[in-house]
């Protein structure tokens, strides 16, 4: 990959469905002009918490935390907050993983210990966090969405161009894509690595996962990437690879010690690390397949016989067993996905999932024909604990309270409700239409 415009390809993502003119800028210019608020059952906002008292909340095994991040990572930055409590990072639970480039809270559940430190504020670099109250367990499961409030600078748009935007997305939906946080943006290898893994390559998924380096990374990263490549030198290496890469590193480490040992090189990643690169390579799946079925003319609200379709509830989570469309039922099908009552779903591939028919099961089946996998290889003979059941995830994303507005010259005010897993950046390439994907991170690399 060699341009900003290959990057959506890259990942799978290959079609628009609003078919309305882009209204172009830029996001992230800023990490204030992205902010993303957790909200769990019950309606707790963990921005609005954050300036209340602590809640009234009986004694639990876990203290809840609220974690406020001004561009920084999540699991490392979770792992400090695990850290400075003197409570093993495995310890802490989260919902899910927030945007670096913006200002995020979420949630965090930190099991008490006798060793644990009784603090109820803490300041890290780049970061706070404070305790809230007690929670029994902390999950994806537990939340209800995620709150976005967005700038987008650099915009060009009459006010009836937002409100087509707004009304259109409303009652029409977009694609579910998985966005480019999934894959990482500015080298989207998540995925490449992912699938070496599924294959059983550990050796290639280490060497890519050190060597692979795009245009995008800072010069410095890339000639160490490069020399590694080029040369295997692993003590060389550990020089020239900033600490930042700290992943990268202790990788390295382990090699410079364990010749060879590329499975236990892995294995100092955390989990969360490990499992990612394998739902990433199954998310890549799920979006190669929904692009091709739009490619291929079918709607997001348009069931076919042999599509799988599950009920989701007002916030817009799937629950309960996936249902098929037959012949019999197509008609009763389209009028509950019509209604909000059910959404067309694609497995994002696992070793459990129910692999549909039709034109879907069909784009789903190419796939992974194409790629060499089947259901069964997300069944790891290797780094078993990797291994994902799958997913089953709706085709068609809706925003509650949505909101699109003119603030001032050339800045358009972006606010709305996304359900768990939702991404931003699906709704803002749908709205701004850039050719180089690099706009969606904050960065002025072309005017495409």
């Not at 670096?100 to 006798?114: E, K």
């Not at 929904?290 to 079918?298: A, F, K, Q, T």
């Amino acid at each position: 990959m060699s341009s900003c415009s290959e990057i959506e390809a890259t990942i799978g993502i290959e079609r628009y469905y609003i078919q309305l003119q882009g209204i172009g800028g830029i996001v992230k210019m800023e990490p204030e002009d992205f902010v993303v608020s957790e909200i769990l059952d019950g309606g707790l906002d963990a921005s609005i918490l954050w300036s209340k008292d602590p809640l009234p909340m009986e004694p639990a095994r876990n203290a809840l935390w609220i974690l406020r991040k001004r561009d920084r990572e999540t699991i490392p930055t979770v792992s400090k907050l695990a850290k400075k409590l003197n409570v093993r990072p495995l310890k802490a639970m989260i919902c899910g993983i927030k945007d670096r480039r913006a200002v995020t809270y979420q949630f965090v559940a930190i099991q008490l210990t006798r060793k644990a430190v009784n603090y109820s504020h803490i300041t890290l670099n780049g970061a706070e966090a404070k305790r809230i109250g007690y929670i029994d367990k902390l999950s994806s499961s537990k939340l209800i969405g995620n709150r976005f409030e967005i700038l987008i600078r650099g915009a060009e748009a009459a006010d009836d161009l937002l409100q087509h935007y707004q009304e259109f997305i409303q009652e029409m939906g977009i694609p579910n894509f998985y966005g480019y946080q999934r894959f990482g943006l500015l080298r989207p290898v998540t995925h490449l690595v992912g699938r070496h893994i599924v294959r059983g390559d550990i050796r290639g998924a280490v060497e890519l996962f050190l060597s692979h380096t795009t245009d995008f990374e800072p010069e410095r990263v890339r000639a160490a990437r490069r020399a590694l490549a080029e040369t295997g030198d692993l003590a060389s290496a550990l020089k020239d690879f900033p600490r930042s890469l700290s992943y990268e590193r202790r990788i390295l480490t382990h090699l410079s010690s364990n010749t060879g040992d590329y499975l236990g090189a892995l294995r100092r990643l955390p989990l969360r690390i490990r499992k990612l690169f394998v739902h990433a390579y199954s998310a890549y799946l799920f979006n190669k397949a929904l692009s091709i079925s739009l490619r291929d003319g079918y709607r997001l609200d348009e069931p076919a016989v042999g599509d799988l379709f599950v009920r989701i509830d007002r916030f817009q989570r799937p629950y309960g067993r996936p249902m098929q469309a037959t012949a019999s039922n197509l008609e009763e099908a389209a009028r509950r996905v019509a209604s909000g009552e059910v959404s067309i779903i694609i497995p994002s591939p696992g070793y459990l999932s129910w692999m549909p028919r039709g034109p879907r099961g069909e784009a789903l089946k190419y796939v992974m024909d194409e790629e060499g996998v089947r259901p069964s290889s997300f069944k790891l003979r290797v780094m078993r604990e990797a291994s994902t059941t799958g997913t089953h995830r709706p085709i068609m994303l809706k925003p509650l309270n949505l909101h699109l507005a003119k603030v001032d010259r050339g800045i358009i005010k972006l606010q709305m409700n996304l359900p768990p897993s939702g991404y931003a950046t699906s709704i803002l390439r749908e709205l701004m239409k850039k050719r180089c994907a690099l706009a969606y991170a904050g960065l002025e690399h072309c005017y495409t």
